[in-house]
Nanobody, 125 residues
Framework: EVQLVESGGGLVQAGGSLRLSCAASGFTFEDYGIAWFRQAPGKEREGVSC????????TYANSVKGRFTISSDIARNTVYLHMNSLKPEDTAVYYC??????????????????WGQGTQVTVSS
């Protein structure tokens, strides 16, 4: 059974940091592109960052460039999202997703076949 399980969310003050984890099981992790998306209340889900398994290319949404860093640990089947200098507008449910093509994009959800249940991040001002 394919599973993606996010963890690491919580409540943090503006300017603070969090590290989200996405633990994968049930598929060959290193063959998949992995992305982080987020959905704020009343808004559409948006891509945050992704990492391709084909060439290791990393992409960030403009809104998080310079503040967020995505990394992967193949031995642990886990992808991380390190979030620094958090802002109230980063408040959202964060999801990880897996693309079997190995590619990565933050502009569309369509390629992602597998999704986690999400983890809440709340940034207070």
């Amino acid at each position: 059974e394919v599973q993606l399980v996010e963890s690491g969310g919580g409540l943090v003050q503006a300017g603070g940091s969090l590290r989200l984890s996405c633990a994968a099981s049930g598929f060959t992790f290193e063959d998949y592109g992995i992305a982080w998306f987020r959905q704020a209340p009343g808004k559409e889900r948006e891509g945050v960052s992704c990492i391709s398994s084909l060439d290791g290319r990393i992409t960030y949404a403009n809104s998080v460039k310079g503040r967020f860093t995505i990394s992967s640990d193949i031995a642990r089947n886990t992808v991380y999202l390190h979030m620094n200098s958090l802002k109230p507008e980063d408040t959202a449910v964060y999801y990880c997703a897996a693309d079997p093509s190995g590619l990565c994009t933050v502009v569309s959800e369509a390629p992602y076949d597998y999704w986690g249940q999400g983890t809440q991040v709340t940034v207070s001002s």
